[in-house]
């Protein structure tokens, strides 16, 4: 597909705006995201569609999308036409889910090139709609996405019941069917052993975890996924507040963490730190996840100013472009993981030296 | 002992705390690693209906991991007091729990051969899969969606935005479903008149200004029922569908027996008739007879005795 390569090629240069490394308290909150899951009226859901009443689907979306002012840039990408490099970088690029890649039949995803908000059609449900901001900031992202919400609506029939509200496919995202999640970069409370606490305190008010990378993943690079659990009984803003409200107490927590390693620890952080930069520096083949985690302590020290002459943008973007896909569209061919992992390592080279 | 990727799988995701005895104790909250135990609801403490916050694993037992959900408050008292499972206060909690489980299995078993008439999706299917089939299902399990909705988020009924466009309710959609498919067989059956004002009612349920009740609900969907029956009831006299001659007259004697029949009935019933007047009549005769015969007999012994009135007759005078 033509057009459609090119744009995700051009992404491959870009930072996009979840590792833009600004925006509110950025040195400890990467991103902030919403999420609305909605299913078109007259249809089954998705598991019981057929393969004809998918592409109706993905049509009739399409078409509304056409019609709307969703944003001049935005573009429709079929993703059940795309090969396995480009969807596993929209995936690492958080644009599209694991689910999304790996479902059969017409799929599709509504992409702003500025990474800013992106639609899934036939995922979970027929559409799920995300926005997406670099930072602590989850009061403009529901503006955004309530205005997303309501244009589609105007071309769009929702399912909905004014007892069980929006209906979704699995009953944890009914009602609301909102997300709302802030991913937060922790290496301090995880070195003084403290997120334990953590999870305990967050526990008792309905909040969850996650890893990097979503559900069902592992605490890779001290990044912690925190989200609301439920999606029903509560106003949308009710649910963003709780999230909210959480959020500066985290940031507080790991800021103390931080100080008492600089002030108690501080040989000990320095070391972690060098350390880390140098294995960055010199290695001759290194994994994607040896990288995130020496990168984490490395996004420390320059946090604490441990470490000059690299800032937290470029250290965004060496995140990303050392994933597995992104290596390889920047390579500009396939690449086997022994392949990759040399890749890796010369891009960090060449990037911190 | 519990093979390599598992405990790796384990330590990777959990808090991992290490006894004084030597054994692990690993804990989560929550949604933190839901593929281990594949948890797609909240969990229920086990002592208590609150609840769990707690996911303990402990690998102490040889025989395998065990898990514990506690809620806030029992497992303040589990870390607190370092109870195990082996306290009876915590066996007998889920012996009751299974009991309870068991009670309502017999409902369950009904519950879960429900069907959407929409999608087709069972309960049973649901429960398995974890996903619904189609909006409509929503109406359909409602009671049943209830209690599940209620362990999951706190809450049975939505709170917050609801969307301009209120057109598309599942209900109106089932309904149309059924409008639509009984405009089919009217126009079939050629029935115009009627056509045609199923079509006005499909457009008035469209615009929202009409929706079908209960009973007209049911109608249609007897009548789709029996849409899919053999019209009428079938007929044996009906030759088309036999193909054999001697079938023909087997028939024709079947009839014949039929009618001999009828005739016997008739004469049977005329006999019986009959034989009810000509009882009545007897009876008749039997008690003059009996009377008779009674005087007759008074007679003889008037005459065996010698004439002599020493023994009269009460009842002659």
């Known amino acids: ?353 | 002992m519990f093979g390599k990727k598992f405990v790796s799988e384990l330590l990777d995701s959990h808090a991992v705390e290490h006894r004084p005895n030597g054994s692990y104790r690993l804990y989560y909250q929550a949604l933190l690693n839901p593929r281990i135990g594949k948890a797609k609801f909240a969990m229920k403490c086990q002592h208590c209906e609150k609840n769990a916050i707690f996911h303990i694993t402990e690998l102490t037992d040889p025989s395998g991991p065990t898990l514990i959900h506690l809620c806030e408050d029992h497992a303040r008292v589990f870390f607190h007091t370092g109870e195990s499972l082996e306290t009876a206060s915590a066996l007998s909690d889920l012996l009751s729990k299974q009991l309870q489980l068991e009670k309502a299995a017999s409902e369950l078993a009904q519950t879960d051969k429900k069907t959407c008439p929409m999608c087709g999706i069972t309960f049973s299917e649901f429960r398995k899969g974890g996903r619904l089939g189609c909006p409509y299902d929503y109406v359909v399990f409602e009671e049943d969606l209830e209690p599940l909705l209620m362990n999951i988020h706190g809450a049975q009924k939505h709170v917050g935005k609801v969307p301009k466009n209120l057109g598309g309710t599942p209900k109106r959609h089932f309904q149309l479903k059924r409008l639509r498919s009984a405009l089919q067989r009217a126009i079939e059956g050629e029935n115009y008149e009627e056509a045609g004002a199923i079509r006005d009612k499909i457009s008035a349920v469209q615009s929202g200004s009409l929706e079908l009740d209960d009973h007209e609900m049911e109608l249609l969907e007897l009548e789709e029922e029996f849409q899919s029956l053999p019209d009428g009831l079938p007929e044996i006299q009906d030759e088309d569908q036999l193909g054999d001659d001697e079938l023909d007259d087997e028939e024709l004697d079947d009839d014949e027996e039929l009618d001999d029949d009828e005739e016997l009935d008739d004469d049977e019933e005329l006999d019986d008739d009959e034989e009810l007047d000509d009882d009545e009549e007897l009876d008749d005769d039997e008690e003059l007879d009996d009377e008779l015969d009674e005087d007759a007999l008074d007679d003889q012994l008037d005459d065996d005795i010698g004439g002599d009135d020493a023994k009269e007759d009460p009842d002659v005078k």
């Open chain 1, 1 to 353: 597909m033509g057009w459609c390569n090119l744009k995700i090629d051009d992404l491959t240069q870009r930072t996009g705006e979840w590792m833009r490394g600004d925006g509110p308290e950025s040195d400890i909150v990467i991103s902030s995201r919403i999420r609305l899951a909605r299913n078109l009226s007259d249809f089954p859901f998705i598991r019981k569609c057929s393969t004809k009443q998918r592409a109706q689907i993905a049509a009739a979306v399409q078409l509304a999308f056409d019609r709307c002012e969703i944003g001049t840039e935005a573009e429709y990408i079929d993703v059940s036409k795309l090969g396995d490099l480009d969807r596993q970088f929209l995936m690492e690029r958080q644009l599209i889910s694991h689910e999304l890649s790996d479902a059969e039949g017409t799929r599709a995803v509504i992409l702003d090139p500025n990474e800013r908000f992106s639609i899934m059609v036939n995922e979970e449900d027929h559409l799920r709609l995300q926005v997406m901001q670099s930072g602590f900031d989850l009061e403009h992202g529901w503006s955004r996405i309530d205005k997303l919400d309501d244009t589609l609506e105007t071309h769009l029939q929702f399912a909905f019941t004014s007892k069980f509200g929006y209906l979704t496919a699995c009953p944890t995202n009914v009602g609301t069917g909102l997300r709302v999640s802030v991913m937060l970069h922790l290496p301090a409370l995880v070195a003084t052993k403290q997120i334990e606490k953590v999870f305990r305190a967050l526990g008792k008010i309905n909040v969850a975890v996650r890893g990097l990378f979503g559900e069902g993943s592992q605490f890779m690079g001290d990044f912690y996924q925190i989200s609301n659990q439920t999606t029903l009984g509560k106003s949308e803003g009710e649910l963003i507040q709780r999230v909210q409200q959480v959020v500066p107490q985290l940031i507080d927590y790991e800021r103390k963490a931080r100080e008492f390693l600089m002030n108690e620890d501080r040989a000990d952080l320095s070391d972690l730190v060098s350390r880390a930069h140098g294995i960055l520096k010199t290695a001759k083949k290194i994994s994607s996840e040896e990288t995130m985690h020496y990168l984490s302590k490395v996004r420390l020290g320059i946090n604490l100013g441990l470490i000059e002459g690299l800032t937290i943008p470029t250290l965004n973007k060496m995140f990303i472009h050392t994933q597995p896909a992104h290596l390889q569209k920047l390579r500009g061919r396939k690449l086997s993981g022994s392949d990759r992992n040399t890749e890796r390592a010369n891009y960090l080279q060449q990037h911190l030296n």
